[in-house]
C-alpha cells in the first residue's frame, strides 16, 4: 500500500508542485491550505507523514504541531516542516518535529526527506 503524505501549506502551486512529484514516486497526497483543515484530514485519512507550513492564514507551524502532540492519536506521527520563515533552522529545532526543509526546495532534498520518514512509520492500518 502507498505510504499517504499530508502536505498543509496556504500557496497552492507549491502545494501542487509537491503533490506532483510525490504522485510521481508512488506516494498518495492529501493536502489542505489551513491548520484546521489538517486536523480534519489527519483524523480520517492518518497519514504516514505530514509535511507542514510554518506559516498558514489561521494558525502557526508552531500551534499544528502543539496540537498534534498533545493528542495521543497523533503524537506520534512525523512532521516536517517546509517554510521561507526567518530563522527555519532556530524554530524547528526548538520543536517535536523530525525534520524541516527551507522554500525554495531542492526536489532531492524533498524526497530524501519523504523517503527517510516514510520508511521508518508504521502503517495507516497500524493506528488506533
Given at each position: 500500500?502507498?505510504?499517504k503524505?499530508?502536505?498543509?501549506d496556504?500557496?497552492i502551486?507549491i502545494?501542487s508542485a509537491?503533490e506532483t512529484?510525490?504522485?510521481?514516486?508512488?506516494?498518495?497526497?492529501?493536502?489542505?491550505?489551513?491548520?484546521?483543515?489538517?486536523?480534519?484530514?489527519i483524523?480520517?485519512?492518518?497519514?504516514d507523514l505530514?509535511?507542514l507550513?510554518?506559516?498558514?492564514?489561521?494558525?502557526?507551524?508552531?500551534?499544528?504541531?502543539?496540537?498534534?502532540r498533545?493528542?495521543s492519536?497523533?503524537?506520534?506521527?512525523?512532521?516536517?516542516?517546509i517554510?521561507?520563515?526567518?530563522?527555519?533552522?532556530?524554530i524547528?529545532?526548538?520543536m517535536?518535529i523530525?525534520?524541516w526543509i527551507?522554500k525554495?526546495?531542492?526536489?532531492e532534498?524533498?524526497?530524501?526527506?519523504v523517503?527517510?520518514?516514510?520508511s521508518?512509520t508504521k502503517n495507516?492500518?497500524?493506528?488506533?
Amino acid at each position: 500500500m502507498p505510504r499517504k503524505i499530508l502536505v498543509v501549506d496556504d500557496d497552492i502551486d507549491i502545494v501542487s508542485a509537491i503533490e506532483t512529484i510525490l504522485t510521481l514516486e508512488g506516494y498518495t497526497v492529501i493536502s489542505a491550505y489551513s491548520g484546521n483543515d489538517s486536523f480534519s484530514l489527519i483524523n480520517s485519512e492518518k497519514p504516514d507523514l505530514l509535511l507542514l507550513d510554518y506559516m498558514l492564514p489561521d494558525m502557526t507551524g508552531a500551534d499544528v504541531v502543539a496540537t498534534l502532540r498533545n493528542n495521543s492519536g497523533t503524537e506520534d506521527l512525523p512532521i516536517v516542516l517546509i517554510s521561507a520563515a526567518h530563522g527555519l533552522r532556530a524554530i524547528c529545532e526548538k520543536m517535536p518535529i523530525q525534520g524541516w526543509i527551507e522554500k525554495p526546495f531542492e526536489l532531492e532534498r524533498l524526497l530524501t526527506t519523504v523517503r527517510q520518514y516514510t520508511s521508518q512509520t508504521k502503517n495507516t492500518s497500524d493506528w488506533n
